[in-house]
Antibody, heavy 118, light 111 residues
């Protein structure tokens, strides 16, 4: 069974750094793109970026380029999303998802709530 | 502003059918059969319901169907059930980006 399990909720202060994770299991981790999606409170879904674990080919949405870093550790089948300096506007639920077919995302993590508040 | 346009809300009574539209351009929906639909009940992660315009993943009821005409894709839910109440998002590959774009989402209310 394909599963994506994300790290737990975080509460941070503005300016702090953060790295959240997404561990894949039940499939060959290196063979499928992993994506990160932001959902701000009461809002819709936004693509942040995607990464191909086999070679770490990473692509960012223009809105998030330079704002976050996406990475993987193939040895433990885990993808990461990190911030170097959080802002209050980063408060959101972040989902990871795995590619399905040529253009869909068929498997989703449970989401990680990140709250940034002073 | 989302690249794909969806109605903010639709509603229907149990047993009825509803259709949710997703309007794009020739750079996305109009040129590629790479449209998918996601269901997101409150407080849960999105779930893939339709991929490549009209294909259902295993386990998705055949009450859910997808289609496309020109620059507009559609999701139709027939035989509405209370459990269908959720937000629905379309997504399409777009030539203006390196990966897909989402629509703004449509809230389905089952009356």
């Amino acid at each position: 069974e394909v599963q994506l399990v994300q790290s737990g909720a975080e509460v941070k202060k503005p300016g702090e750094s953060l790295k959240i994770s997404c561990k894949g299991s039940g499939y060959s981790f290196t063979n499928y793109w992993i994506g990160w999606v932001r959902q701000m409170p009461g809002k819709g879904l936004e693509w942040m970026g995607i990464i191909y674990p086999s070679d770490s080919d990473t692509r960012y949405s223009p809105s998030f380029q330079g704002q976050v870093t996406i990475s993987v550790d193939k040895s433990i089948s885990t993808a990461y999303l990190q911030w170097s300096s959080l802002k209050a506007s980063d408060t959101a639920i972040y989902y990871c998802a795995r590619r399905f077919g040529s253009s869909a995302w068929g498997y989703w993590g449970q989401g990680t709530l990140v709250t940034v508040s002073s | 502003q989302s690249a794909l346009t969806q109605p903010p809300s639709v509603s229907g009574s149990p047993g009825q059918s509803v259709t949710i539209s997703c309007t794009g351009t020739r750079s996305d929906v109009g040129s590629y059969n790479r449209v998918s639909w996601y269901q997101q009940p409150p407080g849960t992660a999105p779930k893939l319901m339709i991929y490549e315009v009209s294909n259902r993943p295993s386990g998705v009821p055949d009450r859910f169907s997808g289609s496309k005409s020109g620059n507009t894709a559609s999701l139709t839910i027939s035989g509405l059930q209370a459990e269908d109440e959720a937000d629905y998002y379309c997504s399409s590959y777009t030539s203006s980006s390196t990966f897909e774009a989402f629509g703004g989402g449509t809230k389905l209310t089952v009356l």
